[in-house]
Each structure stands twice: as C-alpha cells, then as structure tokens.
C-alpha cells in the first residue's frame, strides 16, 4: 500500500508569492494534519481537516489555509511568502482525527529567498 | 510553543551501547507518542504509551510515562549504525486530534 505522498519535494519562492502544497494519504484514511518543521526543531501543528472540515488549527497567520477534497486530499496554501516560512512541511493522515497514530508523508522542502 | 522538550538535544553512543532520551512536557495528555525522523525527512511512528500506562515495550524499544512528573523516557537498547536519527515526543496536550512535537534529540551511533 502507498503511503502518504506529498507534492512537490523541493520548492524555491521569493518572498511576497504564494505557495500551494499538496498531500495524499493513506488510503482510507479520512483525517490530514499539517505541520511546519523549521531546521533545528520539531514539527509545529498547523491545521488538521476532516471529511473537509477544519477540526484544529495552531498558532499560525491567516496567511496560512488549507482544504480538504471529496477524496480526502488536501492543500496548504501560504500567501504572501516570508523568509521565516522556509521549513519542511508535512502532511500526516489518520483513519479519523481521534486516532492516535498519524502517519508522516517526506514532506515538501520550501526555501523562500 | 513547544509542548515538549526532550533531553539531552544531542547524543553519542558507540553501537551495541544502550541510548536514553527524555521527554517532559506541560499539560495533560491522552497519549504520548514518540517518533524517529531520519536526516529531515518524514517521521516514523515507533511505539505509543497512553495516559494510563506506565511502560511500553517494542523490540529494542522501551518507554516509561510518569503522568505525575510530565515525563516519558525513550530507552533503545543494543543500538545500532541505523539508529542514527532524531527522535521525537508528541503528546495530544489533551486535544486528541492536535499532536504537539518537542524539540528532538540527534541521537549517533558510532561503529
């Protein structure tokens, strides 16, 4: 079975531009999490959805969004790209967001110059 | 913020060695999890202890939960090279769908 996947790998912006970041997860699985992970710390909480609906979201700016798709996909979208942005995102996916155990994807690598 | 922190940041350790690496954290939780990621890329789930729970065995991996002390202790025994890694705590915060990660131990196993 193909685990998460996330899209793309490696991205270079320039501050000021939006990003849109993709994941896929596991198959069945109906719950994804987003995280930033700045070099040197642990993944920080982002947003976690749930049959399409936002079920949780950290301390983050309204320049953070995200969404769910009918087939339980998501998207995380950044607008207006800070140098402080630059990090590995993730995604995790779940059966549903009570469950304990999330499943990590790569992650995407953002460098904002 | 941070929910946890672990402790120590860094560890070196010659192979067949034992590693120990600590978790404390600031608010009630459900469970508590620890996870492995490898040269910063995706985290690997290695074992889960809930709040009821005291200690926790997979393989070479141990870990103990003190609720009253808001700690957890990771303990691999008979380390090996493919250990290397950073290691991780998550716990819930109470939340149960929001996972609050610590600050990592790097932990090196040398031949």
């Known amino acids: 079975d193909a685990g998460v996947t996330q899209s793309p790998t490696h991205l270079i912006k320039t501050r000021g531009q939006h990003v849109t970041l993709r994941c896929s997860p596991i198959s069945g699985h109906k719950s994804v999490s987003w995280y930033q992970q700045v070099l040197g710390q642990g993944p920080q909480f982002i947003f976690q959805y749930y049959e399409k609906e936002e079920r949780g979201r950290g301390n983050f700016p309204d320049r953070f969004s995200a969404r769910q798709f009918p087939n339980y996909s998501s998207e995380l979208n950044v607008n207006a790209l800070l140098l402080g942005d630059s990090a590995l995102y993730l995604c995790a996916s779940s059966l549903e967001p009570g469950q304990e155990t999330q499943y990590f994807g790569p992650g995407t690598r953002l460098l904002v110059l | 913020s941070q929910q946890g922190e672990e402790d120590p940041q860094a560890l070196s350790i010659q192979e067949g060695e034992n590693a120990t690496m600590n978790c404390s954290y600031k608010?009630?939780?459900?469970?508590l999890q620890w996870y492995r990621q490898n040269s910063g890329r995706g985290l690997v789930h290695l074992i889960l202890?809930?709040?009821?729970?005291r200690e926790k065995h997979s393989g070479r991996l141990r870990v103990t939960l003190d609720t009253s002390k808001k700690s957890s202790s990771l303990l691999i025994t008979a380390s090996r090279a493919a250990d290397t890694a950073s290691y991780f705590c998550a716990t819930d915060a109470g939340t149960g769908n929001q996972f609050y990660f610590g600050t990592g131990t790097s932990l090196t196993v040398i031949p």
């Open positions: 608010t009630s939780i459900n469970n």
């Open positions: 202890i809930r709040s009821n729970e």
